[in-house]
């Protein structure tokens, strides 16, 4: 009986340090292991929000570059027709170049077949001499709103005197100007609606 003792006490022993193991232990493990991932996740997290606030202050910084690009484009393709604007455009381009005459018959904008934008075809006539068409096309090309000329004539103005018509030195130049808005709904009825603007000068 003595014997077999020390063999219970030790298989009691075993059993107790196994019990405490899967009791104390292996739970303690569990919760290293949780907590471990726990921690990268949190790391990652905060990689990420570095990033985030690195990216933010670059916008930041970049802001007001940003909004002088915008307002630029804003410039050249505004949301609406602003026929009264573009007018005075070419009219000032006309009065630099210093042509004799000048007249502006803008078209109905119409929406892309994308639907992002409008363009107005607008008919364009200049005459003078050949100095002053060059430096009207010059201002045309350099307008701070976006245009394209899509058809564009050039011949001899003629002067009417008593009913008859007598070539001059003078040159005529007439163009097809494309001008664009991002109002799709730039037509009849839209909101503001067209406007149709024409002016001569001399």
Known sequence: ??????????????????????LLVLPKMSDVTTTEEELQTAE???VALAAQLDALEDAQAAA?????????????VPPTAELPSLFLLLQGAADRSAVDFFSFTPGTPAPNAGG??????????VSGGYFAIDEFLFLLETLPRAAKVTTLAVGQSGASTGGTTTSTSNLQLQVTVEFYTTDVSAGPGSIPGPSEISGTGA
């Open 64 to 76: 007001p570059e940003t909004e002088q690009e915008i307002a630029a484009i804003d410039a050249q």
């Open 1 to 22: 009986m003595n014997r077999r003792a020390p063999i219970v006490a030790g298989v009691i022993a075993v059993a107790v340090a196994l019990l405490a193991v899967f």
């Open 44 to 46: 990652d997290q905060e």
């Open 116 to 125: 992002t934008y409008s363009s107005i075809a607008s008919q364009v006539t």
